[in-house]
């Protein structure tokens, strides 16, 4: 069980490294301009330590015997928790109202679009570490 619970966290948390520099990384070579999207944040530790315990914790939901052998679908839906968590809490709550449109009208399909990647990469780490 323990590396169970190693492999869900540990791929939830290197997944969110990973949105975290993608959405840096838009912001820095100009995709968000291209897109519409204001939101560019700073690649600084404070931002990305939390993204990371917070991706860990959320995909601890790897650990629920669904779809086990659709690695890629799994990851894609277990990403739809911390997907819908953005854009109905914490964009809203930052002042950007619902779905995070106060960020840009691509804001949701950054949010889910990302959170797919992270999700896969999650799933896929957690699937080679519990084989």
Do not use: C, H, Q
């Not at 690649?43 to 995909?59: D, E, L």
């Amino acid at each position: 069980m323990i590396r169970k619970l190693s492999g869900a966290f540990t791929g939830g948390a290197l997944g969110a490294l990973l949105d975290s520099f993608n959405i840096w990384w838009m912001g820095v070579v100009g995709v968000s301009d291209i897109i519409g999207i204001t939101m560019k944040p700073e690649f600084a530790a404070p931002w990305v330590y939390k993204r990371m315990i917070w991706g860990g914790i959320w995909m601890l939901l790897l650990l629920l015997p669904i779809m086990k052998e659709r690695i890629v679908l799994r990851g894609m839906v277990f990403s739809l928790a911390p997907s819908a968590m953005m854009l109905f809490m914490v964009l809203p709550s930052m002042g950007k109202g619902m779905f995070g449109l106060g960020f840009g009208t691509m804001m949701p399909l950054v949010v889910i679009g990302l959170n797919f990647i992270y999700g896969i990469f999650a799933s896929y780490w957690y699937s080679k570490t519990i084989s």
